[in-house]
């Protein structure tokens, strides 16, 4: 439940709720959102329009106000940053440096976290033996793993793929022991009756029951992985968007640095995007199972 | 009964008046007609039930009643008021009970002394002595301080029933009250709840009852009149006179004449019934 | 044969020495692996890490650096409080606010409480009130997010039922929908006290690192002297360990308080 809220948003857990709340009784209803198709104004994409046109409007006048363009350089300036780094191709490298760190980092948590969830969720020797260390180690966050593991890795890159893989091993194995635990026994109980071998069943019944939970436990990976990354580079690291925005901050150019946070968000949010196509496309049963989304 | 030597009886308590409603569906604009020119008396003191088959708008036709929503034609009144809205003369008792999870048993029966109209006026003794009597009344005594997620199925709607009596309302508006209990409780509730009524009381002195149901024996064991509906739009088909004596025990299930009312009710509706599940 | 018996038997242990057997062998690996370094090595040992504790208690830096980190927590966590749970109410009761302010705090949701340092340093400097702006960032979007479903998600059957027992608006917001967000916003303050934890340290770590040190304090400031100055990996790894620590209270002590609020969701 907690590990499906973090990879919801505000708004759709509110539509959730008033959807199985209109589905409850025929004559609950908003009155006030009946609405027409068509008119534009009430589109989706003009609602974001508007929103951002609203906010960067306020962002400029704040600009003003405080006419300081290196505490608060306008929206302009920021864009005209953008685009100059995106012209030099510095806003990509250091994106894809990032990005590179990411993937790597993740695939490592995968290969670990992901057979480790199967086996502690299937043999209870091996989680009686195993869940100790690993509710030992979870509450020290990745971020306290920086000073240490500077001095281990020194300042570069494998810091920040260290400090990842950690961050995303944990709701990685716990989602997965969560999934597979979660596996319909009279499923299994089921396929035995037809006569299944048990790897068989493992494939096609304990595999499918707990894709869904790793998945999601894959979308919380990422974006606690996304957080520590920034963190991580910044302290550790000569290169990457967290060194980046750093960097600009001490040359006091705010307009690149502001430029740079844009783009971790983009990422951030472009990535969660795939990621959730991806959920919905691999595995499309999940909703009938209350894991949505 | 001789109508005629009932003086009082001119004014219905309920009257509705070419009643409908109909439901716009936000996405599509697409429009269901739910309940269609429903013309219906209730008069004071009638326990009087609707059935009919599901999704055939009984439960928008009370939601309307209770002012919960509002119809799209025609006409609702109470003692020849204009029904606008939500009021506490006009109790409901919910299908699912809707009892306040965070609220003690105590609590929710004096919620609406507490929170809302009824308690105007009274002090907090009084409140609780009337809380107190409703308790004891479904025979909750004892568990006052338990929470609902503590409760059976069955004390959970003797929660509900004393709940909404505190309130003192005249009219009682009950959705399927019993629909979610098993079959013993829920026949056990039935002699109960017309104790509760006052069926061994003056009939002046009964509160009105407009109770929904899908039983159709349920129907005819606790209702003055049954009001058969039909459905797409919904609408009133039939309404049939209980003329069963009161006070009515166990044993009239096994009379004829119960027989025969619940298979005159049920030829009513079977066909739509049969069509709803095909 | 003999294999099955084995596991049998290992079956048969008691599930504390099970549970006590890998962090055991480990503690003991570690301080084997350090004992056969020369004794200039800065590695940490477990039995140094030991003694490190008892000196940095004894002393007081420890107890002081960790209140002064858990006071900013608390600051900047109000901070969140007030701030997501009052959008959150307004988010959560109106459709309309809801559409217009969603587009904007799901496109900052994705930036990284670090990310928002150098701004926060640019405007308040180095001291304090960078890192509260870090910690109530951070706190801010797990609240407003927990609140809002808590909000939009109650019981359109009670309130209704509340109206038909004639309690007007105002009363009803009051004695069924904040009752009935209540359990969502706990979970919310929980969730938000842990990664309000997660960025003080962050926060207090890259101001320390950024800023040279000394000036703003708290056990993150603690662990980059230690990595930068005295280069006290034992050091380094008794404030891990305070932090865990002090992360496993915050979560047991808001799942406490949530059971003992919320008595009738048990």
């Given at each position: 439940m907690v590990s499906l809220m973090e990879t919801r948003t505000a708004k759709e857990l509110a539509e959730v709720a008033s959807e199985s709340d209109v589905d409850r009784k025929a004559g609950a209803r908003y009155p006030g959102s009946v609405r027409a198709q068509g008119r534009f104004w009430q589109a989706r994409w003009f609602i974001v329009v508007r929103a951002f046109s609203v906010f960067i409007g306020i962002w400029y006048l704040v600009a003003l106000w405080v006419a300081s363009p290196i505490q608060m350089p306008s929206p302009f300036k920021v864009l005209e940053a953008l685009i100059a780094l995106g012209r030099t191709g510095e806003l990509f490298d250091h994106a894809l440096i990032s990005a590179t760190r990411l993937v790597i980092s993740l695939v490592i948590s995968t290969l670990i976290a992901v057979p480790l969830g199967f086996l502690m969720a299937m043999n209870r020797e091996a989680n009686a033996f195993i869940d100790p260390i690993v509710e030992l180690l979870r509450p020290i966050s990745g971020i306290a793993w920086i000073p240490l593991g500077l001095f281990i890795f020194g300042v570069g890159g494998t810091l920040p793929i260290f400090i990842m893989a950690y961050v995303a091993f944990f709701p990685l194995l716990l989602n997965t022991i969560d999934g597979v635990k979660s596996i319909d026994r009279k499923l299994m109980s089921a396929a035995e009756t037809m006569g299944v071998s048990r790897s068989a069943r493992l494939l096609h019944i304990a595999v499918p029951a707990a894709l869904p939970s790793v998945m999601v436990g894959f979308r919380i990976a990422f974006a606690s992985a996304w957080a520590a990354i920034i963190a991580a580079e910044l302290i550790g690291s000569p290169s990457g968007l967290g060194f980046a925005i750093e960097w600009y901050r001490q040359l006091l150019m705010s307009p690149k640095v502001f430029a740079f946070i844009a783009m971790i968000g983009a990422i951030g949010y472009l990535c969660d995007l795939g990621l959730r196509t991806l959920q919905h496309k691999l595995t499309p049963w999940a909703e009938g199972m209350g894991i949505g989304q | 009964m001789n109508v005629a030597t009932m003086p009082s009886k001119a004014q219905p308590k309920l009257r509705l008046r070419n009643v409908s409603k109909e439901y716009v569906a936000p996405r599509t604009g697409q429009r269901t007609l739910a309940v269609s020119d429903f013309t219906l008396d209730v008069r004071a003191g009638e326990f009087l039930c609707i059935v009919g088959p599901s999704g055939c708008g009984k439960s928008t036709v009370l939601n309307m009643i209770a002012g919960l929503d509002q119809p799209t034609g025609g006409d609702i009144e109470m003692d020849g008021h204009h029904v606008r809205g939500p009021g506490a003369e006009r109790g409901v008792m919910f299908q699912d009970y809707a009892l306040f999870p965070w609220k003690s048993v105590r609590d929710n029966v004096g919620f609406g002394l507490r929170?809302?109209?009824?308690?105007?006026?009274?002090?907090a003794a009084e409140r609780n002595d009337r809380v107190n009597h409703f308790v004891n009344m479904v025979g909750l005594a004892g568990a006052e301080a338990k929470f609902p997620h503590q409760l059976s199925g069955g004390m959970k709607q003797r929660v509900a029933l004393a709940r909404l009596l505190a309130n003192g309302p005249d009219v009682l508006l009950m959705d399927e009250p019993l629909g979610a209990l098993d079959a013993q409780t829920r026949m056990v509730l039935q002699v109960e709840l017309l104790r509760i009524w006052g069926e061994a009381a003056e009939e002046g002195d009964r509160k009105t009852v407009v109770f929904i149901t899908h039983g159709i024996d349920e129907a005819v064991f606790l209702a003055d009149r049954v009001v058969v509906m039909s459905s797409h739009p919904g609408r009133v088909s039939a309404v049939i006179d209980i003329d069963i004596p009161r006070p009515r025990r166990e044993s009239i299930r096994s009379e004829p004449r119960f027989g025969q009312l619940t298979d005159e009710i049920w030829s009513l509706i079977r066909d739509e019934a049969y069509q709803a599940i095909a | 044969m003999t294999t099955a018996t084995q596991t049998s038997r290992i079956a048969q242990l008691p599930p504390a020495v099970k549970a006590v057997t890998l962090p055991a062998l480990l503690i003991v690996v570690w301080q084997i692996w350090a004992m056969t370094l020369p004794e200039t090595s800065p590695a940490p040992a477990p039995a140094k890490v030991v003694q490190s504790f008892i000196e940095l208690t004894a002393s007081g830096d420890l107890v002081w650096s960790t209140l002064q980190s858990l006071g900013r927590v608390l600051a900047g966590f109000c901070v969140a409080l007030v701030l997501g749970l009052s959008l959150g109410v307004l988010m959560g009761a109106s459709r309309a606010v809801r559409e217009n302010l969603d587009p904007i705090i799901e496109s900052f949701r994705p930036i990284a409480p670090m990310a928002i340092l150098p701004i926060a340093i640019l405007w308040f400097g180095t001291g304090t009130p960078a890192a509260l702006t870090i910690v109530a960032y951070a706190a801010f979007f797990p609240l407003l997010v927990n609140t809002v479903y808590g909000v939009s998600r109650v019981d359109r059957q009670l309130v209704r039922a509340a109206q038909t027992m004639g309690v007007n608006r105002l009363r009803t917001i009051a004695t069924v929908i904040v009752p009935a967000a209540v359990p969502s916003v706990l979970l919310g303050s929980r969730l938000a006290m842990g990664v309000a934890w997660t960025a003080i340290i962050a926060a207090e770590l890259a101001v320390g690192a950024k800023s040279g040190g000394g000036t703003s304090g708290g056990i993150g400031q603690m662990m980059f002297v230690f990595y930068a100055y005295s280069i006290d990996l034992n050091g380094i790894v008794v404030c891990m360990i305070v932090v865990g620590v002090i992360a496993l209270m915050i979560d047991r002590l808001f799942r406490v308080a949530e059971h003992r609020l919320l008595p009738w969701r048990n």
């Amino acid at each position: 439940m907690v590990s499906l809220m973090e990879t919801r948003t505000a708004k759709e857990l509110a539509e959730v709720a008033s959807e199985s709340d209109v589905d409850r009784k025929a004559g609950a209803r908003y009155p006030g959102s009946v609405r027409a198709q068509g008119r534009f104004w009430q589109a989706r994409w003009f609602i974001v329009v508007r929103a951002f046109s609203v906010f960067i409007g306020i962002w400029y006048l704040v600009a003003l106000w405080v006419a300081s363009p290196i505490q608060m350089p306008s929206p302009f300036k920021v864009l005209e940053a953008l685009i100059a780094l995106g012209r030099t191709g510095e806003l990509f490298d250091h994106a894809l440096i990032s990005a590179t760190r990411l993937v790597i980092s993740l695939v490592i948590s995968t290969l670990i976290a992901v057979p480790l969830g199967f086996l502690m969720a299937m043999n209870r020797e091996a989680n009686a033996f195993i869940d100790p260390i690993v509710e030992l180690l979870r509450p020290i966050s990745g971020i306290a793993w920086i000073p240490l593991g500077l001095f281990i890795f020194g300042v570069g890159g494998t810091l920040p793929i260290f400090i990842m893989a950690y961050v995303a091993f944990f709701p990685l194995l716990l989602n997965t022991i969560d999934g597979v635990k979660s596996i319909d026994r009279k499923l299994m109980s089921a396929a035995e009756t037809m006569g299944v071998s048990r790897s068989a069943r493992l494939l096609h019944i304990a595999v499918p029951a707990a894709l869904p939970s790793v998945m999601v436990g894959f979308r919380i990976a990422f974006a606690s992985a996304w957080a520590a990354i920034i963190a991580a580079e910044l302290i550790g690291s000569p290169s990457g968007l967290g060194f980046a925005i750093e960097w600009y901050r001490q040359l006091l150019m705010s307009p690149k640095v502001f430029a740079f946070i844009a783009m971790i968000g983009a990422i951030g949010y472009l990535c969660d995007l795939g990621l959730r196509t991806l959920q919905h496309k691999l595995t499309p049963w999940a909703e009938g199972m209350g894991i949505g989304q | 009964m001789n109508v005629a030597t009932m003086p009082s009886k001119a004014q219905p308590k309920l009257r509705l008046r070419n009643v409908s409603k109909e439901y716009v569906a936000p996405r599509t604009g697409q429009r269901t007609l739910a309940v269609s020119d429903f013309t219906l008396d209730v008069r004071a003191g009638e326990f009087l039930c609707i059935v009919g088959p599901s999704g055939c708008g009984k439960s928008t036709v009370l939601n309307m009643i209770a002012g919960l929503d509002q119809p799209t034609g025609g006409d609702i009144e109470m003692d020849g008021h204009h029904v606008r809205g939500p009021g506490a003369e006009r109790g409901v008792m919910f299908q699912d009970y809707a009892l306040f999870p965070w609220k003690s048993v105590r609590d929710n029966v004096g919620f609406g002394l507490r929170h809302g109209t009824p308690g105007a006026g009274l002090t907090a003794a009084e409140r609780n002595d009337r809380v107190n009597h409703f308790v004891n009344m479904v025979g909750l005594a004892g568990a006052e301080a338990k929470f609902p997620h503590q409760l059976s199925g069955g004390m959970k709607q003797r929660v509900a029933l004393a709940r909404l009596l505190a309130n003192g309302p005249d009219v009682l508006l009950m959705d399927e009250p019993l629909g979610a209990l098993d079959a013993q409780t829920r026949m056990v509730l039935q002699v109960e709840l017309l104790r509760i009524w006052g069926e061994a009381a003056e009939e002046g002195d009964r509160k009105t009852v407009v109770f929904i149901t899908h039983g159709i024996d349920e129907a005819v064991f606790l209702a003055d009149r049954v009001v058969v509906m039909s459905s797409h739009p919904g609408r009133v088909s039939a309404v049939i006179d209980i003329d069963i004596p009161r006070p009515r025990r166990e044993s009239i299930r096994s009379e004829p004449r119960f027989g025969q009312l619940t298979d005159e009710i049920w030829s009513l509706i079977r066909d739509e019934a049969y069509q709803a599940i095909a | 044969m003999t294999t099955a018996t084995q596991t049998s038997r290992i079956a048969q242990l008691p599930p504390a020495v099970k549970a006590v057997t890998l962090p055991a062998l480990l503690i003991v690996v570690w301080q084997i692996w350090a004992m056969t370094l020369p004794e200039t090595s800065p590695a940490p040992a477990p039995a140094k890490v030991v003694q490190s504790f008892i000196e940095l208690t004894a002393s007081g830096d420890l107890v002081w650096s960790t209140l002064q980190s858990l006071g900013r927590v608390l600051a900047g966590f109000c901070v969140a409080l007030v701030l997501g749970l009052s959008l959150g109410v307004l988010m959560g009761a109106s459709r309309a606010v809801r559409e217009n302010l969603d587009p904007i705090i799901e496109s900052f949701r994705p930036i990284a409480p670090m990310a928002i340092l150098p701004i926060a340093i640019l405007w308040f400097g180095t001291g304090t009130p960078a890192a509260l702006t870090i910690v109530a960032y951070a706190a801010f979007f797990p609240l407003l997010v927990n609140t809002v479903y808590g909000v939009s998600r109650v019981d359109r059957q009670l309130v209704r039922a509340a109206q038909t027992m004639g309690v007007n608006r105002l009363r009803t917001i009051a004695t069924v929908i904040v009752p009935a967000a209540v359990p969502s916003v706990l979970l919310g303050s929980r969730l938000a006290m842990g990664v309000a934890w997660t960025a003080i340290i962050a926060a207090e770590l890259a101001v320390g690192a950024k800023s040279g040190g000394g000036t703003s304090g708290g056990i993150g400031q603690m662990m980059f002297v230690f990595y930068a100055y005295s280069i006290d990996l034992n050091g380094i790894v008794v404030c891990m360990i305070v932090v865990g620590v002090i992360a496993l209270m915050i979560d047991r002590l808001f799942r406490v308080a949530e059971h003992r609020l919320l008595p009738w969701r048990n």
